[in-house]
C-alpha cells in the first residue's frame, strides 16, 4: 500500500497535471493517447495485475474499486 497527500503537489492533482500537460505542449513533446501520468505523486502507478484494487480519495471523490481477471 502506498499513500500520500495529493496537495503536496501544486495543491491539488489536476493542477500538476495541467502543468505537466502544457510544459510537455510547450517542449514540442506532447502527451499521447495512453501514456500514463502519475499526478498528485511522486510514485508511478502501479502495472495492472489479476487481483482486487482500491483507490481511496478525499475532497468529496467517491473510492474506487475495480476487480481485474486477467
Known amino acids: 500500500m502506498k ?3 495529493s496537495s ?3 495543491g491539488n492533482p489536476l493542477k ?3 502543468w505537466l ?3 510537455l505542449e510547450s517542449q ?3 502527451l499521447k493517447a495512453g501514456q500514463r501520468v502519475s499526478s498528485g505523486t511522486f ?3 502501479e502495472s495492472l495485475t489479476k487481483g482486487e484494487w482500491k483507490a481511496t480519495f478525499d475532497k468529496g471523490l ?3 474499486m475495480l ?3 486477467r
Open 43 to 45: 510514485l508511478l502507478p
Open 21 to 23: 500537460v502544457e510544459k
Open 62 to 64: 467517491s473510492n474506487v
Open 3 to 5: 499513500d500520500g497527500a
Open 16 to 18: 500538476s497535471l495541467k
Open 28 to 30: 514540442g513533446m506532447p
Open 67 to 69: 476487480h481485474v481477471n
Open 8 to 10: 503536496e503537489v501544486l
